[in-house]
């Protein structure tokens, strides 16, 4: 609110995954009251307009850069890789996230085992980024289980954005950003009061049950279920608008 009783305009910094790009969000944000919400798409570093960002890539620099682009308060949404950001910015300079809100996401492996094998299988899609054509990583992308009952046009969307990007950048990005390579942050978990919304999609199980333990951990969360699978911004932009607009 101004010193004029008008309302100002809340920012959402949203946060793209893997692979995307900012443009993850555009129908989303055509969905969003200019009124009453500024929107702030953000590439992350080894990404669309990011892809000759600094390296190494690191979750460090991505929380200084989300923090650089961001006004003194904000809200938070990342979606995947953007989640896992997110819970970084959130975790680093709480004061400043009003409100936090974490799509198809995770606080990373807590396994040592189980993170190092990831960490062996993010390094092998590096070298493959690094060494053959982005649509051959375009093409193995989605064929991952996780995507199987996307609807061809979500698929369609998301390969689109996709070759926004550059292969080489890509793979700085995982080796930085990867699951593997995070450090686990459910111990974490505690320590964000602020108001979360922890979005998955019914067709999503790993990430409904991720979910489901993330709300149970978290001092004021709620979880929200919507009719989609995994890239609920590709596929459910009505849906994702609202709940954005909605708050805890």
């Known amino acids: 609110m101004s010193e004029f009783g008008v309302q100002t305009p809340e920012t959402l910094v949203l946060l793209h995954g893997f692979g995307g790009t900012r443009h993850t969000w555009d129908r989303v944000v055509a969905l969003l009251d200019p009124q009453r919400y500024r929107p702030l798409a953000l590439d992350l570093p080894g990404h669309g307009e990011l892809a000759s960002y600094k390296r190494p890539i690191t979750f460090a620099g991505c929380v200084q850069m989300v923090l650089a682009a961001a006004p003194s308060s904000f809200a938070l949404c990342g979606y995947s890789l953007g989640g896992r950001v997110a819970l970084h910015v959130a975790l680093a300079a709480p004061e400043r996230v009003s409100r936090l809100l974490l799509i198809s996401t995770s606080p990373g492996i807590e396994d040592a085992v189980e993170r190092a094998r990831r960490r062996e299988a993010d390094n092998a899609l590096a070298e493959r980024l690094e060494h053959e054509p982005l649509e051959s990583f375009i093409d193995s992308w989605s064929a991952q289980p996780l995507f199987a009952t996307d609807p061809s046009d979500v698929l369609r969307l998301a390969e689109e954005d996709q070759r926004r ?3 080489r950048s890509l793979a700085a990005a995982l080796r930085g950003l990867g699951t593997g390579e995070m ?9 964000l009061t602020m108001p979360v919304t922890i979005l998955v999609g019914e067709r999503d199980a790993k990430y409904r049950m991720l979910g489901e333990r993330m709300s149970q951990q978290l001092p004021r969360a709620r979880l929200l279920t919507l009719a989609g699978g995994h890239r609920l911004a590709l596929e459910c932009p009505q849906e994702l608008a609202r709940a954005l607009a909605s708050r805890l």
């Open 183 to 191: 450090d686990s942050l459910w111990v974490r978990l505690g320590e």
């Open 165 to 167: 990007n550059h292969a």
